[in-house]
Antibody, heavy 123, light 109 residues
Framework: EVQLVESGGGLVKPGGSLRLSCAAS????????MSWVRQAPGKGLEWVGR??????????DYAAPVKGRFTISRDDSKNTLYLQMNSLKTEDTAVYYC??????????????WGQGTLVTVSS | SYVLTQPPSVSVAPGKTARITCGGN??????VHWYQQKPGQAPVLVIY???DRPSGIPERFSGSNSGNTATLTISRVEAGDEADYYC????????????FGGGTKLTVL
């Protein structure tokens, strides 16, 4: 059974930094493309970014609102996905979900989801 | 960037059929995926590739996609189906390719 467990959320001041982690189990993490999706309180879902498997290049892509401030990385030896968030803004306040990322030639979607971790950016 | 439009709410009586729409410009040329999110829980994939169901999702859930509208249909609605539902596409030509609809709150009367 796929399990994704996020951690690292909390309260941070505007302009601050935070690193989220996602511990994965139940599948071959090193072969998986992974993604982060966030949800502001009472709002809808928003894609944050994704990382390919190392065998597929290990490259990353980000949504426009976080590009240049957020960095996704992975440690396949630890089966762990990371989201480094810098220069945080109040509008980054959200629950952050780690997901597996299914990719084909024509489409991509989010297969399994973690339970999420809350990030609050406030002074 | 590509925009997906969902009705904010849909209400249905138990045992009836609920239809949740997702509108987008020529969405029929794209592939649509649907997620269910119950209160306080993470989203769950319920339909992918327009019509396919992941294992464990009841056959009561089905999807269609044509023209400018994709539809999630839930037959014989149960109280446990009450949730928010989100459609999603991948718009490779955009700088924000992972696109979600605004979500629809399904209320079981």
């Amino acid at each position: 059974e796929v399990q994704l467990v996020e951690s690292g959320g909390g309260l941070v001041k505007p302009g601050g930094s935070l690193r989220l982690s996602c511990a994965a189990s139940g599948f071959t993490f090193s072969n998986a493309w992974m993604s982060w999706v966030r949800q502001a309180p009472g709002k809808g879902l928003e894609w944050v970014g994704r990382i390919k498997s190392k065998t597929d290049g290990g490259t990353t892509d980000y949504a426009a609102p976080v590009k240049g401030r957020f960095t996704i990385s992975r440690d396949d030896s630890k089966n762990t996905l990371y989201l480094q968030m810098n220069s945080l803004k109040t509008e980054d306040t959200a629950v952050y979900y780690c997901t597996t990322f299914m990719t084909t030639v024509t489409t991509n979607y989010f297969d399994s989801w973690g339970q999420g971790t809350l990030v609050t950016v406030s002074s | 960037s590509y925009v997906l439009t969902q009705p904010p709410s849909v209400s249905v009586a138990p045992g009836k059929t609920a239809r949740i729409t997702c509108g987008g410009n020529n969405i029929g040329s794209k592939t649509v995926h649907w997620y269910q999110q119950k209160p306080g829980q993470a989203p769950v994939l319920v339909i992918y590739y327009d019509t396919d169901r992941p294992s464990g999702i009841p056959e009561r859930f089905s999807g269609s996609n044509s023209g400018n509208t994709a539809t999630l249909t839930i037959s014989r609605v149960e109280a446990g189906d009450e949730a928010d539902y989100y459609c999603q596409v991948w718009d490779s030509n955009s700088d924000h390719p992972g696109v979600f609809g605004g979500g629809t709150k399904l209320t079981v009367l």
